[in-house]
């Protein structure tokens, strides 16, 4: 009985530990669909599906990015662009947050439709 005891105080201690991950970090962000350009079925040749990822995961976009940080005219924090259409910028406050896009109708990941 006490070795499962001892066993059962070590899994909980650990638990946490576990939990904090450097790789990993929660997703947070949202979705946007044009209702104008994507018809009924979300498909339309100009259809776009707009993503934006905030906090900790854009941060990690943001940072992993190779190309020179400049002032971004919305915000007045510093973009970057990969020239593949992930957008991602750095706030003034330190907050991050990246934005792209699938185009449905070139069947491949862009620029998002969002705009300031």
């Known amino acids: 009985m006490r070795p499962l005891l001892i066993i059962s105080v ?4 650990s638990l946490p530990a576990l939990a904090e991950d ?6 947070e962000g949202t979705v946007y669909l044009d209702a104008e350009t994507c018809a009924k079925d979300g498909r339309g040749a100009d259809c776009v599906l707009s993503f934006s990822v905030e906090g900790e995961a854009a941060k990690l976009l943001y940072n ?9 005219e919305c915000t007045g924090g510093m973009e970057k662009m990969d020239g593949k259409g992930l ?18 109708g070139k069947k ?3 620029g998002s439709a969002m705009d300031c």
Do not use: N
């Not at 070590?10 to 201690?13: D, G, H, K, Q, T």
């Not at 450097?22 to 997703?27: A, F, M, R, V």
């Not at 992993?64 to 940080?69: D, L, N, T």
């Not at 957008?87 to 449905?104: N, P, Q, R, T, W």
């Open 10 to 13: 070590l899994a909980a201690v």
């Open 87 to 104: 957008h991602c910028i750095m706030g003034a406050d330190k907050s991050y947050s990246c934005d792209f896009g699938y185009h449905f």
């Open 64 to 72: 992993g990015m190779r190309g020179k940080a400049r002032r971004e």
């Open 22 to 27: 450097p790789q990993e970090s929660k997703l």
């Open 108 to 110: 491949a990941f862009a």
